[in-house]
């Protein structure tokens, strides 16, 4: 007994040695994973701007920041839900419903200051969030069937409440249509609501309980449970708060491009997930950054923006999209590998 | 010494047979039929039930290869993308002057291709879910059909090539005769050969299942390249109904497929559910749009039967599961 315990002593001073020299490239690159998304970022504006020297002006910038708004703000909801391991089909359809619902209030009330219909389409999104939280946490329906589910029921209320109609631009109030084409500080209203948005998601998620609670409910769920965390509340209150910025951005999407239609935003659920992907959040659960998101997603405006400022053909830019984000995704996990294989060799010592 | 025998049948029970969910579907089936029936005078019409059959079956294609995916507890879906790409890469060859038998061919090996390395993809990179690495080809396929046809449209195919979606065999549509083979297909190899049983098998407990013996890694890429090939014979099928194709075809069948499959009864956590479930699953559904069409009933309020359907259909063995504890003590 005494001689075993003695030769694994003794190989506990040689290996950290062996480990030492070779730190992993995995490991080196794992830790500045957000440096080499912003480094990338820095690369492909960079060659873009040679090809199109209208890529870096101040007004295309802005232009290109105005459009990767909303998609910001639902990725930073999209991130906490796949930090608890689930992923949420419906925005876009609850994108829609709210949206909706706001342009036919304001059209019938155009007298209601543009933060009431903000608030009532967030109100609206809450509502829809919640719903499906409940049937994710309480009844225990997996997140992707669940959020179908609710997809096809949300997109269905969408032309029910509508009848099927399209309300335009010129039925809106143009009290309305500013609230996203006006500034606050000298910013559009889309970005500065954007950045209050990611400073609170901020500082909910690393600096609040609730906040770190969603990540231990991802990483585990069991010892999350064991621990004391109500994880169906957390679940719950993740679906809530994507419904919420969900509705939200509905409100900002009608008002941006001042048309609320039945099938708006159909698909965009995709790239939403996609712009998490891109900034690091594990679908296992998890892992995942603010930082990142808010990289993600200017990496996937930058490629809506610059693609047909360098002539690629529109029907190429889908292809080109998808290929990255596999590109991401696959190098994350090999890199990811290199890390655990590194974990590993560190803990057999 | 006579072996002991381990049977592994339970003895048949009346009420266990009948508290299976598939009879739960066959209710359900008839109750849409009755109203049907009730509501309109012309659904119990031979000519327009057939009619309408053909127009639901295309994507029924797909369901068959998807119960297996879903069974093995992983999801595929870029199964429409995949019928996007092979349709346009047909119809794009035939334009550029193969011969149309050539260009089929070519489809059902584009799809093949395409979900071949879907399922390369998953085996290889085990730790990333079939929902991530499906997404990202599912965007990369629709993207490359996008790249062929740009937003053209093609088509103009031969007379013959229009029987596969318009043809009858006596007075039965050839569609339905060719699903029909299709299904007894895969019901066979999922519920009487050693491949479906290691399905079951893998969807339990993969870890279980190679460990013992079951070459889990070799079985999900055949799974997955059936998905393609299926995706492919739906991107025969479809295209000779619509006549010509679009790089946008198909867009959100993958939802409406797997809404089938889990209507049916496979569980998405893997190892439970049956075949026949799914092809009433894709009967229900067909007859349920065709029926409320026939009454004028807007599409989007089926949107919502349908959405809440499913979620009915995966909410009720949930609750039941969780109620059955209680009982027992």
Known sequence: ?349 | MQPRMITNKLEFSFKRFFLQWEWMLVVLLLAVIVMNVNLSEYFWDYANLRDATMGFLDKAFIVLPMVFVILLADIDISVASIVALSSVIMADLYTMGVPMPLAMIICLAVGTLCGWVNGMLIVKFKELSSVIITLATMIIYRGIAYMILEDQAAGSFPDWFSFLGWGYVGSIPFILIAFILFAVLFGVLLHKTVFGRQLYAIGNNGTAARFSGVKVDRIKIIVFTLAGLMAAVTALFLTSRMGSTRPNVATGYELDVIAMVVLGGISTSGGKGRMIGAIIAVFLIGFLRYGLGLVNVQAQVLLIIIGLLLIFAVAVPQLKRAKLPAKKM
């Open chain 1, 1 to 349: 007994m005494q001689q075993r315990g003695y030769s694994t002593a003794g190989a506990v001073i040689e290996a950290p040695a062996e480990a030492r020299t070779k730190p992993s490239l995995g490991v080196k690159i794992a830790k500045f994973r957000e440096l080499g998304l912003l480094g990338f970022i820095i690369l492909l504006s960079i060659g873009v701007q040679l090809r199109n020297p209208s890529f870096l002006t101040w007004e295309n910038v802005n232009d290109m920041m105005t459009n990767t708004a909303i998609l910001g703000i639902l990725a930073v909801g999209m991130m906490l839900v796949i930090v608890t391991r689930g992923i949420d089909l419906s925005i876009g359809a609850i994108l829609a419903l709210s949206g909706m619902i706001a342009a036919q209030t304001v059209t019938a009330y155009p007298e209601l200051p543009p933060m009431a219909a903000l608030l009532l389409g967030t109100a609206v999104g809450l509502l829809c969030g919640t719903a499906v939280g409940w049937l994710v946490s309480k009844a225990g329906i997996l997140p992707i069937i669940a959020t179908l589910g609710m997809m096809n029921v949300f997109r269905g209320f969408t032309y029910v409440t509508s009848g099927g109609k399209w309300i335009s631009a010129h039925q809106m109030p143009d009290s309305f249509k500013a609230l996203a084409t006006g500034t606050t500080l000298g910013i559009n209203n889309l970005i500065f609501i954007a950045v209050l948005i990611y400073i609170a998601a901020y500082c909910f998620v690393n600096h609040t309980r609730t906040g770190r609670r969603i990540y231990a409910v991802g990483s585990n769920p069991e010892s999350a449970a064991i621990s004391g965390i109500s994880t169906d509340k957390i679940l719950w209150l993740v679906y809530a708060i994507m419904g919420s910025l969900s509705g939200m951005a509905g409100v900002l999407w009608v008002s941006k491009f001042a048309s609320a239609q039945g099938d708006t935003a159909s698909g965009y659920e995709l790239s939403v997930i996609a712009a998490c992907v891109l900034g690091g959040v594990s679908i296992a659960g998890g892992v995942g950054k603010i930082s990142g998101v808010i990289l993600g997603s200017i990496l996937l405006g930058i490629l809506n923006n610059a693609l047909p400022l360098i002539d690629v053909s529109p029907f190429w830019q889908t292809g080109i999209q998808g290929s990255i984000i596999l590109a991401a995704v696959l190098v994350n996990a090999v890199v990811k590998r290199g890390v655990d294989r590194n974990h590993l060799m560190r803990r057999k010592i």
